[in-house]
């Protein structure tokens, strides 16, 4: 059985790709959806081209790991696609997180990193030739930003792993993207806070640009997707400018 994988496809990104992923690889049997709230997967049902097979549950958990676990064992899928699309950001500085929640913080390092990195160990050994692994990065692994500095971090890592992780998964002809958009319309602002720069809120875009690129730039076997110019341009400004003056541009107090 073919499959792909994807977590956070409740909402968002995640399930943009879920949308798009049929007309891409047609050849698939089913997509497994990973998310916390069931109403939302079960919708999905009737967006995408291919059957969906549910599993609810919470990624900071152990029990959704056990189910995912489980059922490769008892299917032995052949995996064509896994997108790790959960994540989530909050903006403010470290300070103003911990008084707010002090769990926060590491909660989204538990997300954004551990839980990426363990759906990807478990599905590691059912993809074969030809198999492609999307990881949810951020233009925010570009360089390091006060205000939003855990979740930079977060996705620095994302970015990091992915790179080494293709590099090493090529000789098996499996392909690792990092995603790198900048500010996607999506429900993220709902947990991040709203965008208040304004030059931010001037560069959304929409998600289905950014997937459509994802899968196109996945199937072409690049490292690394940025959607958009100005992102290309952040991106391109992070590798010739010294981190120290980007940091002070960003936070010249
Ligand atoms: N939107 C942006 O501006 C932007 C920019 C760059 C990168 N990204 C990255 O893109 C990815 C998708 O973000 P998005 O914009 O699509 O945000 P979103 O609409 O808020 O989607 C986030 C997804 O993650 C899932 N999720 C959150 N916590 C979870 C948990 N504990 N367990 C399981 N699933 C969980 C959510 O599902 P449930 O709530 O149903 O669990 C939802 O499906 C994230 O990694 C984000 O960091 C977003």
Known sequence: MKIAVVTGASSGIGREFVK???????????????????????????????????????????????KLEKLLQEEAPDIRMLVNGAGFGKSGTVEEILKEDPKTQLEMIGLNCTALSRVTFCCLPCLSRGSRIIQMASAAAF????????????KAYVLSFSRSLGAELKSRGIYVTAVCPGPVDTEFFQVSGQLENPLKKLVKVKAQGVVRKALLDSRRGKDISVYGLPM??????????????????????
């Open 20 to 66: 798009q992923m049929g007309h891409f690889y047609r050849d698939l049997d089913e997509i497994w959806v990973i998310a916390r709230r069931e109403h939302r997967l079960l919708e999905l049902n009737q967006l995408s081209r291919v059957p969906i097979r549910i599993l609810e549950g919470d990624l900071l958990e152990e029990e959704v790991y056990e």
């Open 143 to 154: 360089s390091p930003q006060p205000a939003f500095a855990v979740y930079a971090a977060t």
């Open 232 to 253: 290309k341009c952040a991106h391109t400004a992070s590798k010739l400018l010294p981190h120290r003056l980007i940091l002070k541009l960003m936070n010249p107090g």
